[in-house]
């Protein structure tokens, strides 16, 4: 499956005396929440991002967006166009860093921090370097 570069997706956004709720329509479990307006969009973006981008690791069929002026909304909900630029987030979640736990000799880690080793940085070249990705960021 083709993934797209941006999407756009209608949000709702529930008012509520404890804050707002974001919902996504066509993404059921798309879900966040925030206490302010500005806030909400943040958070909608982010959610919508994360979601999707899930959706498509998981080569997920991605539903085709509902129009703002088919959503039944109550008093108390707001419509909102929510749009994400994938490739902004694609970048920033595959390069999140991540905690592994590994186990060494002590000798061999006694040395290391006396010689001030970076232990993350040395796994990491080791690891490119282990699998042939030299030239990979």
């Not at 499956?1 to 949000?11: G, I, L, N, R, S």
């Not at 709720?21 to 307006?37: K, R, V, Y």
Request: charged share 25%; net charge negative.
């Amino acid at each position: 499956m083709k993934e797209k570069d941006t999407y756009v997706f209608p949000a709702i956004f529930t008012y509520e005396e404890d804050g707002i709720s974001i919902e996504f329509p066509d993404l059921p479990g798309c879900l966040s929440c925030a206490d302010t307006t500005d806030e909400a969009i943040r958070m909608a973006k982010e959610a919508l991002a994360l979601h999707l981008y899930g959706m498509e690791e998981d080569n997920d069929k991605i539903p085709k967006d509902t129009p703002i002026n088919n959503i039944n909304l109550l008093k108390n909900q707001i419509p909102l166009l929510i749009e994400v630029h994938m490739p902004l987030y694609r970048t920033a979640i595959e390069n999140q860093s991540i905690k592994k736990t590994l186990t060494i000799p002590q000798w061999l880690n006694k040395i290391a921090e006396q010689n001030k080793i970076n232990f993350s940085q040395v796994l990491q070249s080791a690891l490119k370097e282990q699998l042939g990705l030299k030239n990979h960021n």
